[in-house]
Structures are given as structure tokens and as C-alpha cells.
């Protein structure tokens, strides 16, 4: 005797937290239900495997069918057919687009196409998440950068509002879509070290202030895009390493401020040009594409590893960019403060988020 | 007279995408009625289109209006090829038929394809203009309201039940009839949903007009099915109780949404004269109506003219004519009750004297009366207080014929009702049924084939000018069985039957028509006596003398149900009686078997539980006749398993009463399956259960007695955890009190569950369990071995869990807001081909147990909690599967304020919902028959029994005379009843009390306690769905309309869709969410008393298809949590209620 059909369907939608979490994670019915034996349910609630098996399928059917509407939530809200609470509704939707760190570091910059679709198969093996999970993930990272991609207005608010994501989660999309958009490479091995956190803070703080929307909040892709007059007028900067003048007046000024301050005075002293020539150089590169992608790379080969290498402590990476990028404000010949500030006060914030083992 | 109908498209929204070109649609709306379209403009290249129409106007007869849907197809525009249809609505427009219901239906609703299933929502907003005051000489019954609940609706009063009323409609059916018999899918689903949406409308129409007829104003129990009957045709039926119903805020200007029964209802002060009577005749006398019902003459003429009526009694009442002396003896120690009798017996002396009566109008006097008139109205239900005795039994028959009268008149004296308003039900005497198996082919008719080809597919024929055959001949099945029906709950000393229900089971040309009903006996202020209108009016008044002896005199009521209503001497088959352990005057049965929903004022000890007894046997596959020959001859052997398997469960579960009993035969090619289901109670008027004693065969086998003992062990466990599981813990009442006729041990050994006649072979047993009798089970075979062991199967709840299959769990009050309906269906293919009775037993009673086992498991949740109203349905789709589907509530309840259930019975009266007002329904005589029934020995019987009436012990006396029945007897007198296609289960009797001033301040602090939590999860939008016919926590405040709604889901691409499972999971969400969707436009946030009529299911997995029919239906309400209340009935005068009150005096 076998069950052909074996169905309960609610009023009220019912969604078990924990089920969703193993579907989310990929598991195939049979590995949920393994899973949840584990777990200890049977002792607790005195069920048969029989009875978790169907009421895994039950749930796991039940997701399947959200999973349309899921992938645009406001029919979620909008629906007819499950009636579910708004706070499970909120919280079936803030799950479903919450992604692996693991996962959202294989994938952070590249290009979300079919070709790195076909890529999932390595990822799902290199970073433990199952294929179903990284394929879920892959196509939220896609839908939304579809939905957002040309949109006015600002990028978390745009996914805030078309998703219905917490504040945290639409910023973390906002990055991952700046990264998709900008192709930003992530990926190299000299990269590893950083986390989804600090590129996701370095986006916010470039989306902020190095976009079209941060000097006008009517711009088409206003916050997607770096704002190409920004990068074009960063060339100004090379004066700064160019004019010898400037760049040892810079040194001084800089050395000056902070001598018996830090603890590696002398290895700064001794690698201030190197270090001002790197900083300065990646800006003025940045109106070429390749260069814009390889940013990270350049920040971490010009700036971090040679502090790193000199065991600069963080507290001393600080003093030194807050008086480098404040020492420029006194060179009378440098005329392009703005400019700097705009450029330095991200940077700065990334280097420091940046700056650690 | 016309109406005009008014309709405007707004918009729609998330349709699918019809163009892959551009990934839009251009949509445009149909919207048709009756025979004219209109049609919206096209909104182009949008899935969000904005037609915004004007409204289309429909000028049509209210007939239309009643019998025709609103249909409503969303389309995409094609320029070069056919219009591609998206999809449907279909929307009733009956509840904007009548005034009190709702005014405007608007909102979203669902865009149905019978392929494709929902795509996207369309908003709609539906008018009507009626002019129907014009004209009386109609066809239509515009304004008589629907509902499915089968209790007086919460805001409603009853003021006359006026009884059964049924039509059925037949048609052919689409699927069969279809042109050159090439089916195309979506057009002959479309045809079949829309003629049955116009059956079902035209059927409730005829109803009404019947209600009308009646001068009724409402149909209430209104239960409506589907026969698909396949080739032979489409049936459509209905039942329903016919009502006149009283808007309680019409009477009662206190509650601005009506809602009228709020607490301080309960705590009416009583003794004033609520008087306003606002009909007729103003305030009439008791004793007028009272004199007028008993006319002796007339009760005389009517017992003479209906011979068989009541079994014996009839030519025992001729000696007793004037019946006076038996009560002459006014030795009773109660003061109070003495006089009544005595003015009793001069009343029925000088019958016809009313205006002698009528001028006692000074208090004293109009009380006795009173009472007096209750005392014959008792006895009239052949339930006197002193009529017990074999002497009274002419008496009391005199007097049942009497009060039939009034239910005489109508050919079928059936109540669909499971909950009745207090003191309308005074006796149960136990389950009635009646089955029959038809053959469909019979009534096939050759010439209406022929005409029947293509000249209308859709149009519903007019039956009696096309094809009278037809419907008479269901017609006729029908009023046989009921006249079965009928006879049955005669033979139980009854002249009515209340929750009475009637189903089918089809398979090919084999029909079985079942019904079933209690037996009972009714208070018949309630039924309007047609004959005698414009004479003395048949009510009662309110008057300050009822109440006052309503106060005096407060009894443990609540046991008088159980009183067996037929005389002992002349049962309809043996039983076993005790005294009643409440009042230990009255006769009761020691079972009791209803298929009502447990009385509000019954006493009950412990917590309930559903109980299941569940049933397969094969059958030979055979054609037409043989195979229908061949189910009748299984019919009687299955209903007695039922019976016996209800019967064991019970007692293993340590109780003695079954409520909202169901037993379903299902036909299948190969096999028949009973499943009975109830909710088992221990009922403190009943006696304590006996235990279950096994017996075996062999006794000399040594190994084989230890066997035996070891399961007795078993059994007598699990009894004994049973009892602490339900918390039954009757107190021990001393066996002399009591007065309990203890047969005589040889006679109680004889209790076997055989019924092999030759006792020789009983084995003398030592059934010293307790007290009481024990239960024999014979082990003789491996059968019998097999039923102890499926006994023993059954695993109760998890802790925290509860369920029954009545409206609320007996013992647990306090209920919080949080409730969950749901259906779980579960198809099961038997995969051993050498199928033997035992194995499909255990198959079927392992597919129950483990589908209850995951329920409780899906909603552990929300622990503690109970399964409500559980309603399994079991079909035989296909020669090895097994269908079974449930449809229940899950409702949480707070266990820290559980409320002893011993207190008073008005606290369970509130489970019931706090919303009742059938408190409202007081009546002077519950109050008069408490007083009376307060006397320990009632002095009519004492005298009677002549010298031996020394008060003390009459019972224990008696008890050597009444003939002790054994089970085997019962079981043969079973077989017998069962041989005439129908049975009786049990008997008892109901009569119903509320002690009106107790309830108040319990009422009051109940109230408060559940408020509290009731606030906490009301969110905006949500539509809450229950089978129940009320809503924890918060009153229903208005009645919008009746829900009855038909779906046909199609697909041939069963695999994409996630197999069988996924199909019908999907389906079932679609129905939900559009029964909401209906709901909700019509401003409602619940539906109640839902269910779900039919749910037919078919694959064809070979061909990726599948195929399902549902019917669900309901009551569309509007409710407020009674948190919210609480600050708009604070202000509220509590006096304010009192008119509402004296409304359930008023008869027309």
C-alpha cells in the first residue's frame, strides 16, 4: 500500500522554518528527511519517519510553488492564493534572497551570465554549497541586477523597493550588483583574504561618492556606474606624484605631522613616494576599464602589501592616510582639493576596512 | 419583477503574458449575463491593465438574478487569429438579493482557466437595483436567506422552525452529452461549471420559493450535493431546514453591528417582564396557547385516523382517556409541585375549558399552571415526569400524539439542524438511517437521448414539460428512504428527526442512497401548526411567574436528554435502562448515539475524542443487478461491524455517548468501505461503562488462556489510561442511591458479542470488572482476534492534542483566537492483488491512522490545541485506490485557564462561541420542568407503583422487572432492523436547560479571560475559513450570504505540475484562495461552516493527465474580535437587551 497522492494544504499557509532552510540549502527531499531524523524531531514530537518524509514533501511542494512569486515578491504580498502573514511573507522573502558568504565571494564581480552559470558546478564543489543552493543565489544576483540595472534613483532603495528586502540585505545587493556592473575583480588570489563585508563596504562607499548620483540624484544609472567625468578629472591628480616639488613638500608636510606619532616612522618615511606614487597612480588609471577592474588588485599590491610587509599596525595605516589625504589641503600649488577629497575620503575608508590579515 | 444588475471592470493585475513577442497581453473583458455581453475595451500591451469600464447595465427578472451567475471572461485581443480566452470568474450574485446581506460585491478576484488554473486577478465591482416589492405572484424567491450552519445563525433568532424542505434538479451532464462526443477539455469543464452554477441556482431558488410557501424566511442546515451520475445524468439536491429567522438587532437597538449577543444578554434579569411581543395579539397567557395545543379532541381524531403511528401505545391510550386519577396524588415531598398536578389532572378533565384558565391570572395561579402545562407538555413528548412507570405509558402516548400534531402535518418531520435553541429539543431517542441501493440504468430513459443530442448543451432543460420521469424517480428514492426514516424514529417513541443528513455513493449504475438523523422529540412551540393559524396562538409569552420558579427551583439540568422518550415496556428492541444518574428518576439508556453536536447544556465529565471505526470488505465484480443484489447483501453485515466497532471503542475509551455520529458506506468495484466517525463523551446521566471482557474459546489450551489474559491485561490498561488521558472521573455514586437495576449475574454473563443463539456455548465468566456490566468479546477466530487487536491500534493524540467531529470539543472552554483549517487528502493504491478482508482492514485503518498522525504532526505547532469538526470522506476512485479526505480545524485553547467543567453547564453553553444568543431562547417551560423534575419521585409515579412507592428505593425494584438485555440480543434485533435496509442505533433523550441567572457572572469573567489573548493576531485582509459555525474569540456580527461554489481543474500536463500531488495541492490552494477572494468582495473576513461537499479526483498518469472536481461551500460572515467589542458594549445599557429577548416568544 503506497501513497499516490498525499496533500494538506492549509488556510493559512503553513511554513516550517526549519524545512525552508533545508530547501533553500538545496537538500533533495530524502536528505531533508535524513536530516531532520538527526535533528531529533522523531523523539520529540513521538512521529514515523513516514510522517516526516510526507511532510517534508508537503513543504518542500508548498516552497516550490511560493518560489514563483518569491521571484517577485510584491506578488507575494499581492497573491490570492496562500494566505501567509505578512511577517512570513517577509520572512520567506528575506531568506530566499539571502546568499552563502562562501558563495557570494566566487561570484562578487564577475559577470552574471550564462557562462558563469556553467561555473557553478566548480564553485558548488569548491565552496561546499550545494548546486541547487548556488544556482538560487546566481539567479537573485541576476534578477535583480536585470530589475535595477537602468533604474533612477538609489540602488539599495530601488531593491528595497522592488524585493521588499531589510535595509542590510538590499545594501549587500546594492554591492553585489556594483561589483556585476563594474566588473570589479575579486577574484585573485591576493584578494582571498577579503571578505564579502569589506568589498561590500568599499561599494557602498564608492556608490556613495564616486557615482553620477552622488553629485546628481536625477541621473539614469546613477548609482551603478562610476561617474566617468569623476575618473576622467582624477587625472588632474598626477601632479601630485608628477611635480617632484609637490610630491616632497607632501612628504614633509606629512612627515612632519606625524614624526613620533607612529610607531613605523622610518619605514614610512622611507616608502612615502612609492606609497604616493601607488595611490595616486590608481586613480589616474581608473579611466580605463581594465584598470577600474583591477582596482582591488592595485589597492592591495600598491598600498596593503607594502604596509603589510613593514607590519604597519591599522592604527598606524589611519594616522597615515588621515594626514596624507588632510596634508594636501596645505600644498598652495595644488588646486584640485575637491576632487582629492572625493577621491581620498573613500579610498581612505577602504584601505582602512582593507588593511587586515 | 426586474432588476437591474450593475457591473463595472476596474482592472486587472498580474495576468500572464499571452504575446511571447513582447512579453505582454492585450486584454480585454467579457462580461455576460443571462444571454447579453458586454464587452471592455482593449487595454493593450499590459499585464497590469486599467480598463476602468463604465458600468454594463442588466435589466433581468429576479428569477435570472437567483438563477444565473455573473460570468466574467478576461481575453486576449488577436488581431488575425481567435480571441485567446484567460479566464473566468464566476460570481453568485444571491447575496445582493436580499436587504440584510451584503449591498456591493468588490474587490479581486481570482482569474480562473479550468486548464491552467489561476492567472492573475481582475477587480469587479457588482450592483444590484431591485424592484421586487411589486409583485408577489412569482417565480422567484428573492429575500429568503441561505445558510449552511446547522444551528441557528448568531445574530438571528429563531422564531418558528418550520421544517424540512428538499428539491432536486437533474440535467445531463456535459461531459457525456458532448457533441459528436469529441471532448474538448476547457469547453466542456466550462459547461459543466456553468450548469451546475445554474442547477445550484435554480435549486436554491425552488427552496426558497418552498420556504415562502411555509411563510418562512430563511433555510438553515441548507446542505446541497452533486450526484454525477455519469452517462444517466447530473443531479443536483438540496436539503435544509426551513426558518422563520429574527434579526436580533431589529428587535434590539443595542449593538450597532448587530451584534446581539453579547454577554450582558445572559445577564437578563429574568424576572422582569421583557414583554414587547411585537407581533400580533400582544401578550397572550400561557395557559392559552398551552390549553390549545392539547385539545383533546383533536389529538383523539388524529390518533384513530394514523393507526400505526406509534407502535402499541396507540389502542392503550383509548382506557385513559381522562387519565386524571394517576396524578391525584399530590404526595410528592417537594410543596411547590404538588398543586400542579392536581390543577394538571383537572385541566385534562375539563380540556376544553380555556377561558376558565385564562382568567387565573394571578400569579400564584398562572405559575401552577404553568407548570402544569410544562408537566403535560413533557409527558406529551412521552417524557412526564410521572409517566415513567408502565401505567403512565398510555398516558404519555396520548399526549405524544398530541404534540405530533404539528410535525404530522408534514410529510417529513426532519431538522437539519445539529444545535438547536434551548428547549426545542426534549428527547433524543438515538440514531435513525435508512440505506438503499439503485441502479442508475434503470431510470435511463431511451427517448431522452435522443433528444438530447446537440440541441442545447448548456440550458437547463425544464423537466417537467421535457422529461417528468426523471426527477420523479429520484424524487421517489428519496421519499422512500426518507419515509424509512421516518418510521424508524416512530419506532423509538419519536416524531421527529434532527440532524438529519442524506448522501450517495456512486459507482458505474450502481447508487447507494443513504440517510441518516437522531430520533427525537421536540418541543413543538418552535413548529408552526399550520392548521390552527388565526386560532389561539401557539406561543408563549413572557411572564414574571416563569421566571420566578425558574430561580426557585435550579436543578442539575442537562440529564434530561437521556431519557429514553418510548416506553420501556414497549421498545423497539431491547436495550439496557438505569435510572438516570443526574436526576435518578427518569429511564436512560446505557448508550447513547446521536448525530447531533452534544447539547450546550449537557453535563459531561472528562474531555472528548473522536472516535473511528473504519470497514472494507470485498466484493465480487459483477453487472447492474447481480453487483447491486450483491452490495445489499452486504450492507446489513458492514453496518453491524460499524456498529460493533463503535461500540467496543467506546468502551475502551471508558465512555458512554457518541455525538455527531457519520457513518459512510462508500461503493467501489471491488469493495465496500464503511467509515463511521463521532465524537465519544462520557455522559454524567449515563451509567458508568462496563469494561471489555474477552472470552476465549478454548479454555482448556493453556498457553492459548494466557494469551487471552494477557490482552485482557492490555485492554483493561489501556482503558484505565483512556479514562486518565480524558479525565473521566465520575464520582462514585453508592450503588442503593443510584438505584440501578443490577440484572442478575447469570443474565450478565450472557453479554456476548456473537450471536450464536445456543447457550451452551457461553462461557460463564467471572465480569466482575467494577460494578458494571462488562462487554464480552468472544475470541472464536482469527476475525475476532483481529478486531481486539485493531482495538488496541489505535493511538490516542499526542499530548497537547485533542479532536472530535462535533462543533466544539466537550470539556475544553477556552478557546483562544488562533485557528488553522485545512484538507489533507491521500490516495493510497492497494498493491497486493490477493486482497483479503483482513489485510484491506489493516491497509485502511493504517491509511487513517497515519494521516490523524501526520496532522498532528503538521500542527504541533500550535499545542495545545483540538481538531475540530474532523470530516473524513472516503471514495474508491479506481478499482485499487483508496481515497481519503479530511477537512478539520485545528483551534488552540489556553491550558492555564482551563475552566472546570463540573461548575455549571452554562459555561459550556459558552464554548459553543461566545457569540450565541441562544441563551436568548429562554422558555418558561425548561424553567417549569426543572421544577418538576426536582422532586426525586415524581408523585404521579409513586402512586402507581402503588404500595411499593416507599420513596427510597422504587428503581432497584423496578429493576427486577425489566428484562435484561443481553448484547447478542441487541445484535439479532440489530441484524433484523438492519435486513430492512435501515437501522437504529441507540436512543436517549434530550432536554434542554440553562439556568439563565448563573450564567451571568461567569459569562462575565469568561468573557474577559478571552480577550485578551483574542486581540493579538487580527491582521488586515485575511479571510479566516472554518468548518465550525462560529469564530473563537469574536462574535459574527453579520451574515453576508451563502458561498456555494463549484470547480473543475484539468490537466494534461500532470508531471510538469509536480505529479498527482503537486496538481490537486496546487488546486485546492486555487479553491481556498478564491472561496477568499468572494468572501472578501463581498466585505466579509470569514467564511463559516464550511465544507467541503465533494472533491472527486482522476488520473490518467499514462496520459499525463488528471482531472478533479471540488464543491465547497459556506456562510460569508463578518466578524469582530470581542476584544474590539468589549469597548462598544461597555457602553451599552445592559437593560437595552431585554426586547431581543422576548423575540424568541414571538410565533406568527
Known sequence: MTNELDIFVGNTTLIDEDVYRLWLDGYSVNDAVGLRVRSGILEQTGATAGVLQSDTMDHYRT??????????????????????????????????????????????????????????????????????????????????????????????????QHFLLSDRLARDYAAVVFFANNRFETGKKKLQYLTFGDLAFCAELMIQNWTPGA??????????????????DLKELKVLVADKDLLDLHKSLVCTALRGKLSVFPEMEANFKNLSRGLVNIASKLTHTKDVRDLFVDLVEKFIEPCRSDRWPLNDVRLFLNQYSASVHSLDGFRHQALWDRYMVTLRSCLLRMYHD | MPGKLKVKIVAGRHLPVMDRASDLTDAFVEVKFGNTTFKTDVYNKSLNPQWNSEWFKFEVDDEDLQDEPLQITVLDHD???????????????????????????????????????????????????????????RQSSCGVKFFCTTSIPKCYQAVIIHGFVEELVVNEDPEYQWIDRIRTPRASNEARQR????????????????????????????????????????????????????????????????????????????????????????????????????????????????????????????????????????????????????????????????????????????????????ELLLAASGMGSGSAGKEGGPFKAL??????????????????????PPGFLVH???????????????????????????????????????????????????????????????????????????????????????????AAVLNPRFLQDGTVEGCLEPRLSWQPGFFSIGQEENLPAGCGFCHIPYDELNMPFPAHLTYCYSCRKQKVPDVLFTTIDLPTDATVIGKGCLIQARLCRLKKKAQAEANATAISNLLPFMEYEVHTQLMNKLKLKGMNALFGLRIQITVGENMLMGLASATGVYLTALPMPGGIQIAGKTPNDGSYEQHISHMQKKINDTI???????????????????????????????????QSESSDEVIELDLSHGKKDAFVLEIDDTDAMEDVHSLLTDVPPPSGFYSCNTEIMPGINNWTSEIQMFTSVRVSRLSNINLTNQTLNKNFNDLCENLLK??????????????????????????????????????????????????????????????????????????????????????????????????????????????????????????????????????????????????????EGHFRQRSAPACANSTVGVVKMTPLSFIPGAKITKYLGIINMFFIRETTSLREEGGVSGFLHAFIAEVFAMVRAHVAALGGNAVVSYIMKQCVFMENPNKNQAQCLINVSGDAVIFVRESELEIISAQQPVASCQPACSGGEIAT
Open chain 1, 215 to 232: 553629485v546628481d540624484s536625477q541621473v539614469d544609472d546613477m548609482d551603478v556606474d562610476l561617474d566617468k567625468e569623476f575618473l576622467q
Open chain 2, 79 to 137: 488581431t488575425y487569429s481567435a480571441n485567446d480566452a484567460i479566464g473566468k470568474v464566476y460570481i453568485d450574485i444571491d447575496p445582493l438579493l436580499y436587504s440584510e446581506a451584503a449591498t456591493v460585491i468588490s474587490g479581486w478576484f481570482p482569474i480562473y482557466d479550468t486548464i491552467h488554473g489561476i492567472r492573475g486577478e481582475i477587480n469587479v465591482v457588482v450592483k444590484v437595483d431591485l424592484f421586487n416589492d411589486l409583485n408577489r405572484f
Open chain 2, 854 to 1003: 501526520s496532522l498532528y504532526f503538521k500542527l504541533r505547532s500550535m499545542i495545545p490545541c483540538c481538531l475540530c469538526h474532523v470530516n473524513f470522506t472516503v471514495s474508491l476512485p479506481e478499482d485499487e485506490l483508496i481515497q481519503v479526505t479530511v477537512t478539520a480545524v485545528a483551534i488552540t485553547f489556553d491550558k492555564h485557564q482551563a475552566v472546570q467543567t463540573t461548575k455549571t453547564h452554562v459555561e459550556k453553553s459558552l464554548q459553543r462561541a461566545s457569540t450565541d444568543n441562544e441563551e436568548l431562547l429562554q422558555f418558561p417551560l425548561e424553567l417549569c420542568t426543572d421544577s418538576l423534575a426536582s422532586h426525586p419521585f415524581s408523585p404521579a409515579k409513586e402512586h402507581l407503583e402503588s404500595a411499593s412507592s416507599n420513596s427510597g428505593i422504587p428503581a432497584a425494584q423496578r429493576a427486577t422487572s425489566i428484562d435484561y438485555s443481553s448484547f447478542a440480543d441487541r445484535c439479532n434485533s440489530w441484524i433484523e432492523l438492519i435486513k430492512l435496509k435501515a437501522q437504529t442505533i441507540r436512543r436517549g433523550s434530550i432536554k434542554t436547560t440553562v439556568s439563565v441567572e448563573k450564567a451571568s457572572p461567569l459569562t
Open chain 1, 63 to 160: 516552497f516550490h510553488m511560493l518560489e514563483r512569486l518569491l521571484h517577485t515578491p510584491p506578488k507575494l504580498l499581492h497573491q490570492l492564493v496562500f494566505q501567509i502573514p505578512p511577517s512570513r511573507q517577509a520572512l520567506l522573502i528575506e531568506r530566499y534572497y539571502a546568499f552563502d558568504e562562501a558563495f557570494v565571494r566566487e561570484v562578487l564581480g564577475k559577470k552574471l551570465s550564462k557562462g558563469t552559470k556553467k561555473d557553478l558546478d566548480d564553485i558548488s564543489t569548491k565552496t561546499g554549497v550545494t548546486l541547487k543552493s548556488c544556482r538560487r543565489q546566481f539567479d537573485n544576483f541576476k534578477r535583480v541586477f536585470k530589475v535595477v540595472e537602468e533604474m533612477r534613483g538609489s540602488l539599495a532603495g530601488n531593491i528595497q
Open chain 2, 720 to 754: 484505565a489510561k483512556n479514562k486518565e488521558l480524558y479525565e473521566i472521573n465520575p464520582p462514585e455514586i453508592p450503588e442503593e442511591i443510584i438505584g440501578s437495576p443490577i440484572p442478575e449475574p447469570r443474565q450478565r454473563s450472557r453479554l456476548l458479542r456473537s
Open chain 2, 428 to 518: 433524543v431517542g438515538g440514531v435513525v438511517s435508512a440505506r438503499s441501493v439503485k441502479l442508475l440504468d434503470r431510470i435511463h430513459n431511451p427517448a431522452f437521448v435522443g433528444i438530447m443530442g446537440n440541441t442545447r448543451s448548456y440550458k437547463l432543460l425544464d423537466w417537467n414539460s421535457f422529461n417528468s420521469d426523471e426527477p420523479e424517480t429520484r424524487d421517489a428514492w428519496w421519499a422512500e428512504i426518507r419515509q424509512e426514516i421516518k418510521s424508524h424514529a416512530k419506532a423509538l417513541g419519536c416524531h421527529a428527526v434532527v440532524g438529519y443528513s442524506e448522501s450517495t455513493s456512486i459507482c458505474e449504475e450502481v447508487c447507494i442512497l443513504s440517510a441518516s438523523g437522531t
Open chain 2, 399 to 420: 399526549l405524544r400524539q398530541q404534540t405530533q400534531s404539528a410535525l404530522e402535518q408534514r410529510e417529513f418531520p426532519f431538522f437539519t439542524l445539529t444545535a438547536f
Open chain 2, 195 to 374: 450548469l451546475i452554477s445554474l442547477m445550484s441556482g435554480e435549486l436554491q431558488r425552488k427552496i426558497g420559493l418552498k420556504v415562502l410557501e411555509m411563510r418562512g424566511n430563511a433555510v438553515v442546515g441548507y446542505l446541497q450535493c452533486f450526484d454525477l451520475e455519469g452517462e444517466s445524468g447530473l443531479v443536483v439536491r438540496a436539503i435544509g431546514t426551513a426558518c422563520t429567522l429574527d434579526k436580533l438587532s431589529s428587535t434590539a437597538a443595542f449593538l450597532p453591528a448587530c451584534n446581539s449577543p453579547s454577554k450582558e444578554m445572559k445577564e437578563i434579569p429574568f424576572n422582569e417582564d421583557p414583554n414587547p411581543n411585537t407581533h400580533s395579539s400582544g401578550p397572550s397567557t400561557p395557559l392559552k396557547n398551552q390549553t390549545y395545543s392539547f385539545s383533546p379532541s383533536k389529538s383523539y381524531s388524529r390518533q384513530s385516523s394514523s393507526s400505526d403511528t406509534d407502535l402499541s401505545l396507540t389502542p392503550k391510550t383509548a382506557p385513559y382517556p381522562q387519565g386524571p386519577r394517576i396524578f391525584l396524588c399530590p404526595s410528592s415531598p417537594s410543596l411547590s409541585s404538588g398543586s400542579p398536578h392536581l390543577k394538571k389532572s383537572c385541566l385534562l378533565s375539563e380540556s376544553s375549558l380555556t377561558p376558565h384558565h385564562s382568567s387565573h391570572i394571578s400569579p400564584v395561579v398562572l405559575r401552577k399552571s404553568v407548570s402544569f402545562s410544562e
